[in-house]
């Protein structure tokens, strides 16, 4: 079963820093471009940053200079630093564009 999961998710004070992580199953993420979104309470989901096979990123302007998205041994991670309240979401990973059935997700609470 082709599957996305997120994880690394958690509530942070302003200011402080996560690392999420997305894995598949059932298929690899190397040879694909693969993105961040985001969707917050009443807002429709976002792109946030992407990662191309051969390491071109891309950032929204909102993260730029705060998060950084890499990927190493078959998963993508979005280190995330400098977090804000407006980053609170719930966080997914995907192709870019979206292609494979959306995962749970991971949520990131930012609040102090």
């Known amino acids: 079963q082709l599957q996305l999961v997120e994880s690394g998710g958690g509530l942070v004070q302003p200011g402080g820093s996560l690392r999420l992580s997305c894995a598949a199953s059932g298929f690899t993420l190397d040879s694909y471009t693969i993105g961040w979104f985001r969707q917050a309470p009443g807002k429709e989901r976002e792109g946030v940053s992407s990662?191309?096979?051969?390491?071109s990123r891309k950032y929204v302007d909102s993260v730029k200079g705060r998060f950084t998205i890499s990927r190493d041994n078959g998963k993508v991670y979005l280190q995330m630093n400098s977090l804000k309240p407006e980053d609170t979401a719930v966080y997914y990973c995907?192709?870019?564009?979206?292609?494979?059935?959306w995962g749970q997700g991971t949520q990131v609470i930012v609040s102090s």
């Open positions: 995907n192709t870019d564009p979206a292609y494979f059935t």
């Open positions: 990662i191309s096979s051969g390491g």
